[in-house]
């Protein structure tokens, strides 16, 4: 059970209790006994940049002003030149729009758009390694002892997941430290709020951990490495080309990472292995995550 001082660590931590978040179902059990489950809500919100209408995302709802400017950031559609000016959420109509001092126009951008693996269908315009050209992130080390420190704390967090499940949760992280932890029915909905909380109060990524849940595939990759970003963990597994970007940019990737066990597919050289997995405590089967796709 999450203690007050872990919950102390976080600037941003998950509301299971929020009622505006899940629903309370009527439904039966496998024996055919009435139950009532909480499912978590989702629902459309609509991004305008300037007098463009940019997307729609199905989202749970909470923080969109951070999923706005998150989700236009990771997508170049905002730049650190750009002046933001205002970013204005209507909640009758589900609405945020981002403004900036000069507008701007991405008809080409808007015209070219993928569809990622992402669970809640995501969707990236543009060319997917726009802006990855030339980078390369710092080559930050990374304690292991910060890794299993980490996982204990996060899994051990009050959480949608814990209270609903049907979710993804992203983690900024500073060593061995916790800080914004934000949940969304897409993974990339989930590190877009972290994106735009970043934005918002100008947050460097050069001495974070980015630890998520969800799958390492090309695109959680990309965004990270866009957040200036150098590490990034997951309990979950990798794809081929996530990997590959990951060594590109020089990003530390770790995932399978379940008790004392994990595989590193990209920076084993700036890990230091300052504890021995031995003395780490086993996870405790009531608090275990999944491996998070389901």
């Given at each position: 059970m ?21 629903r ?6 496998e ?5 009532r489950?909480s499912v978590v809500?989702?629902?459309p919100?609509t ?5 463009r ?6 989202t ?9 400017l ?19 959420y209507?909640v009758?109509?589900?609405t ?17 758009k ?8 995501g ?5 997917m390694?726009e ?5 390369t ?12 420190a980490?996982?204990?704390k996060i ?14 949760g992203t ?8 800080l914004?932890?934000?949940e969304?029915?897409g993974?990339h ?14 947050v ?17 990759v990309i965004k ?13 597994g ?9 060594r ?8 399978r ?5 994990f595989t ?6 700036r890990?230091?292995?300052?504890i021995d997995?031995?003395?780490v ?8 995550r999944k491996?998070?796709?389901?």
């Open positions: 999450a203690t007050k001082d872990n919950l102390s660590d976080y600037l941003i931590a998950p509301a299971p209790a929020d009622p505006r978040l899940t309370a179902v009527d439904g039966f059990d024996a055919g006994a009435p139950i489950v809500e989702e629902r919100l991004i305008f940049l300037n007098k209408e940019i997307v729609t995302a199905m749970i709802g909470d923080y969109p002003e951070y999923l706005a998150g989700f236009l950031r990771n997508q170049g559609m905002l730049s650190d030149a750009d002046h933001i000016i205002s970013v204005d209507d009758d109509i589900e945020v729009v981002v403004r900036t001092e000069i507008e701007t126009d991405y008809e080409d951008k808007l015209a070219r993928t569809r990622t693996s992402g669970c809640a269908v969707t990236v315009f543009g060319d390694m802006g990855l050209e030339g980078l992130l710092p080559a930050a080390p990374l304690k292991t002892s910060w890794l299993y980490l996982a204990q899994n051990r967090t009050p959480s949608l997941y814990l209270e609903a499940g049907a979710i993804h983690v900024l992280c500073q060593e061995d430290r916790p914004v932890y934000m969304d029915v993974r909905n989930a590190v877009d709020k972290v994106a735009g909380w970043m934005l918002s109060d100008g460097s990524g050069a001495d974070k951990i980015l630890y998520t849940t969800g799958r390492l595939t090309s695109e959680m990270t490495a866009q957040m200036g970003i150098p590490a990034l963990v997951s309990r979950s990798f794809t081929a080309w996530g990997v590959e970007i990951a590109e940019v020089g990003l530390t990737l770790i995932g990472m379940r008790g004392q066990r590193c597919l990209s920076g084993e050289a890990l230091i292995r300052d997995p031995a003395h405590t086993h996870e405790d089967r009531k608090h275990r491996g998070a796709d389901e």
